[in-house]
């Protein structure tokens, strides 16, 4: 028989659950037990009882309870702060089976930059047409998702092809060309983009034709850079199918070198193999070289 010790300064305290853990990220994301119940499909008794066996487990209070309240204590965040990156990892591994094992009816997902993502959306008619009926999911974006985990099917990507793609295909569907756009041929003012001039491409232009010039505001969203431009606010780095486009505004600066870009459809070699990504990445295709003159400002 084991030996149970008496020292009264001697606790023992047992491993915590993942499941434990994963109850707690959710009351703290949802912000109460009742909130966290009803995204796990638990009743809120039951979250309630296992957060107390958490804390039970540690030896240590998560949360001081109010009676319309329910705080983090500092043992709390710090548990919080540790276990996060354990939810982060779930979902990753979540993401990365069903990119083994994916939903044959699942919407076919395509992420891309807010430019290209507003370009496909004028165009999503015809896509739906002749990707029909696989339903296409839009996903605007400047991060790099991860498509080796399932974050989306295809990428449409500029320029730039991501390190490391033994386990990607890749594509070129064509080119995209930018220019600064304004209501008026000889703009006093500039809408410039957030970023430092010396970590974007795009930024270090603008900033070099400001010089001289206001900066009447920093947009980084171009849907709103766009729409500022034409209310008059200043002149706006715009892609050229969207600028030539729109017949109150002027082409300041005409495009080349590095304002015309090539775009890659990029996909996972899982991916390529499933019928309903082909087909959308087949329509993809096909729009871009049809839209060549548009995207490319001839």
């Known amino acids: 028989m084991a030996h149970l010790s008496h020292d009264p300064f001697h606790l023992a305290f047992s491993e915590p659950s993942w499941d434990d853990l994963r109850i707690f990220l959710a009351v703290v994301a949802h912000g109460s037990m009742n909130g966290a119940a009803k995204a796990l499909g638990q009743s809120q008794p039951t979250v309630a009882r296992r957060v107390r066996t958490l804390e039970e487990a540690l030896g240590i209070d998560l949360f001081q309870r109010g009676p319309n309240n329910l705080d983090l204590t500092e043992a709390g965040r710090a548990i919080l702060e540790a276990a996060s990156p354990m939810g982060e990892a779930a979902a990753i591994v979540a993401r990365t089976a069903a990119a083994f094992r994916p939903d044959p009816d699942a919407p076919v997902r395509v992420t891309a930059t807010s430019s290209v993502a507003l370009f496909l959306s004028l165009h999503a008619a015809e896509l739906h047409g002749a ?50 756009y304004a209501t008026t041929e000889n703009p006093d003012a500039v809408i410039a983009p957030p970023e430092d001039p ?71 070699r899982r991916s390529r193999n499933r019928p309903n990504v082909a087909r959308v990445a087949n329509a993809l295709a096909t729009l871009f070289k049809r839209s060549q003159k548009a995207l490319t400002g001839g």
Do not use: N
């Open 198 to 268: 010396t970590l974007s491409r795009q930024a270090a232009y603008v900033a070099e034709f400001a010089q001289g010039r206001t900066v009447a505001a920093r947009i980084g969203d171009m849907p709103i850079r766009y729409q500022a431009a034409k209310a008059g606010l200043g002149a706006a780095f715009l892609p050229c199918w969207l600028g030539d486009s729109d017949p109150d505004l002027v082409q300041v600066v005409k495009p080349e070198g590095d304002l015309i870009e090539d775009v890659f459809l990029v996909m996972h």
């Open 131 to 180: 990707a029909a009926p696989v339903e296409i999911a839009y996903i605007p974006t400047r991060r790099r998702l991860d498509l080796a985990s399932g974050e989306a099917d295809i990428a449409l990507r500029m320029r730039v092809l991501p390190e490391g793609t033994d386990d990607l295909v890749t594509r070129k569907v064509g080119q995209i060309a930018f220019a600064i």
